[in-house]
């Protein structure tokens, strides 16, 4: 464990203050507990270390990786915000990813899409190989086709 997991580990015991998530997951990913995976509020993360995420998390808020060292998303996670993986090495999405606001793939190395992705505003794929390949009714179309859908633009 490290020295900052410690200190919030400290202020708990001492100040009853939860030790944040975004600690948890980053310095001691093996303390968390099934309801520390309901985020409430905002999860910023960007330019952290991170390059995982646990199952069934669950981000009431928005949820920024840009910049991290994120590979893949986990299953059935939901984010109600944004949900911005731009500049990061990820090449797929996991089923039924659930995005409330805007979903920010830029300059990432996507190449398809997952069954079931539900964006509630936009969709931003501008500098990645799907949108290279495919104009933005083709990506409309196979998304709804994979039982998706995105309410607002999709950007390429």
């Known amino acids: 464990m490290t020295n900052i997991y410690n200190l919030f580990k400290f202020l708990e015991e001492k100040k009853g203050k939860p030790i944040p998530f975004g600690v948890k997951l980053i310095h001691a990913p093996e303390t968390l507990t099934k309801e520390d995976l309901n985020v409430e509020g905002d999860l910023d993360l960007h330019n952290s270390p991170i390059s995982s995420l646990p199952d069934n998390l669950k981000v009431w808020g928005s949820l920024n990786l ?3 060292q994120i590979s893949s998303l986990p299953d059935n996670l939901t ?3 944004y949900l911005s993986l731009e500049s990061t090495e990820i090449t797929s999405l996991p089923d039924n990813l659930t995005v409330g606001g805007w979903l920010f793939l830029r300059d ?3 190449s398809s899409l997952p069954d079931n992705l539900k964006v509630g505003i936009s969709l931003d794929l501008r500098n990645t190989p799907l949108a290279k390949k495919y104009s933005e009714e083709q990506i409309k179309q ?3 086709e ?3 859908e995105v309410k607002g633009a999709i950007y390429t």
């Open 142 to 144: 196979m998304i709804e």
């Open 79 to 81: 984010v109600w915000g």
């Open 108 to 110: 990432t190395y996507i």
């Open 66 to 68: 840009e910049n991290t």
């Open 146 to 148: 994979k039982g998706g």
